[in-house]
T-cell receptor, first 112, second 113 residues
Framework: KAGVTQTPRYLIKTRGQQVTLSCSPISGHRSVSWYQQTPGQGLQFLFE???????NKGNFPGRFSGRQFSNSRSEMNVSTLELGDSALYLC???????????FGPGTRLLVL | GESVGLHLPTLSVQEGDNSIINCAYSNSASDYFIWYKQESGKGPQFIIDIRSNMDKRQGQRVTVLLNKTVKHLSLQIAATQPGDSAVYFC????????????FGGGTRLMVKP
C-alpha cells in the first residue's frame, strides 16, 4: 500500500495570509490526525478526523481548522498566519481504533 | 511525555553496542504507547508499540519495556547501527482519546562508526 502523502511539501507565506494543507491517508484508513512540530514545542496534536467528523481537538486557536472528505482525505487550514506558525505540519492516518498511526513526510511551512 | 524543548537529550553509542532510550509519560490513564523514529527531513516512522496489559514487547532488534508503576517506557535497540541515528519519540494514548497522541520531547541517538 502507498503511504501517507502530504502536499505541498514546502510552502512560504507571509503574515496575514492563509494556507491550506492536504493529506491523503493510507488506503482503507478512516482516521486522519494533524500535528504541528516545532523545535520549541515538539510534536503537538492539532485535531483528528474520523468518518468526516472531528473526533478530537488539541489546544490551538480557532485559526487552525480542518475537514475530512468522504474518501478520508483531509485538509487543514490556517488563517491569518503568524510568524510562530512556521513549523512542520504532519499528518498521520490510522484505521480508526486505538492502533498504530502512520505519518506522512510533512509540509514545511515558513511564514515571513 | 514531557517536552524538553530545544535541548534534545542526546545518546551517543558505538556501532554494535546496545542502546537504551528512556521516556517518562505523563498520563496514568494512558494505555497504548508507541515509539517513533524520525530522521532529518522525514516524518516519524513507527518502530514498535505496546499496550498497558503488557510490560515487554520485542520486535526485530528492538524491545520496548513498560513500567506503569513509575510511568516509564524504554526502547532498547540491539547491535546499534549507523542507520539507527535519528531522533526517537515516545507517544502515549488513552482509549477515550481516539487517536490523539501525546509525544515526549524526543532523544537524539548518534551512532559512532
Amino acid at each position: 500500500k502507498a503511504g501517507v502523502t502530504q502536499t505541498p511539501r514546502y510552502l512560504i507565506k507571509t503574515r496575514g495570509q492563509q494556507v491550506t494543507l492536504s493529506c491523503s491517508p493510507i488506503s482503507g484508513h478512516r482516521s486522519v490526525s494533524w500535528y504541528q512540530q516545532t523545535p520549541g514545542q515538539g510534536l503537538q496534536f492539532l485535531f483528528e478526523y474520523f468518518s468526516e467528523t472531528q473526533r478530537n481537538k488539541g489546544n490551538f486557536p480557532g485559526r487552525f481548522s480542518g475537514r475530512q472528505f468522504s474518501n478520508s482525505r483531509s485538509e487543514m487550514n490556517v488563517s491569518t498566519l503568524e510568524l510562530g506558525d512556521s513549523a512542520l505540519y504532519l499528518c498521520a492516518s490510522g484505521e480508526g481504533g486505538q492502533e498504530t498511526q502512520y505519518f506522512g513526510p510533512g509540509t514545511r511551512l515558513l511564514v515571513l | 511525555g514531557e517536552s524538553v524543548g530545544l535541548h534534545l537529550p542526546t545518546l551517543s553509542v558505538q556501532e554494535g553496542d546496545n542502546s537504551i532510550i528512556n521516556c517518562a509519560y505523563s498520563n496514568s490513564a494512558s494505555d497504548y504507547f508507541i515509539w517513533y523514529k524520525q530522521e532529518s527531513g522525514k516524518g516519524p516512522q513507527f518502530i514498535i508499540d505496546i499496550r498497558s496489559n503488557m510490560d515487554k514487547r520485542q520486535g526485530q532488534r528492538v524491545t520496548v519495556l513498560l513500567n506503569k508503576t513509575v510511568k516509564h517506557l524504554s526502547l532498547q535497540i540491539a547491535a546499534t547501527q549507523p542507520g539507527d541515528s535519528a531522533v526517537y519519540f515516545c507517544a502515549e494514548n488513552y482509549n477515550n482519546a481516539g487517536n490523539m497522541l501525546t509525544f515526549g520531547g524526543g532523544t537524539r541517538l548518534m551512532v559512532k562508526p
